[in-house]
């Protein structure tokens, strides 16, 4: 039983976004093939629907990522790759802040902290989930498994 899924909108993979990133690209190369286009136009034609094409099979490819609650356990999914952590393997779990690139603009660049979850399991081994945690998903995470302030 699938108690709910829990994902970052930062971090957050779906369909809408691919097939929004893939009608761009279906304009861009139409607009090549079809038309009458000079050689500075099919250059922006073949940039523009190169990059639209990159997002939308990015889009595509990890739609699924997150961190998924189930009754007895948790499963990680990460670029298509699954891990399962049952509950009682879990010893506590963290949330650390660690410096990112925010922004960057022709003289500015910008960074800040973004908490993400640590999970530290029996065998001390330490699993950091990749995307950015909310007070949702940490306050899900803790009616599982014990929070431990660092």
Request: aromatic fraction near 16%; charge should be positive; glycine fraction near 8%.
């Amino acid at each position: 039983m699938e108690l709910g899924r829990l994902y970052s909108d930062a971090y957050r993979r779906g369909i809408m976004l691919g097939v929004f990133f893939l009608l761009p690209v279906i304009l861009c190369f139409g607009l090549i093939i079809f038309t009458d286009v000079d050689r500075l136009g099919l250059q922006m034609g073949l940039i523009g629907g190169t990059i639209f094409a990159v997002l939308s099979i990015f889009q595509f490819i990890f739609r699924k990522d997150g961190l998924y609650l189930y009754e007895n356990g948790l499963e990680l999914v990460h670029f298509n790759r699954k891990k399962v952590l049952m509950y009682e393997d879990i010893r506590y779990f963290t949330i650390t802040s660690n410096w990112n690139l925010a922004g960057i603009s022709t003289s500015f660049i910008s960074f800040r902290k973004s908490p993400h979850i640590v999970i530290r399991l029996k065998n001390e081994k330490m699993i950091k989930v990749f995307f950015e945690v909310n007070q949702f998903a940490a306050s899900e995470l803790a009616n599982k498994v014990t929070y431990v302030k660092s």
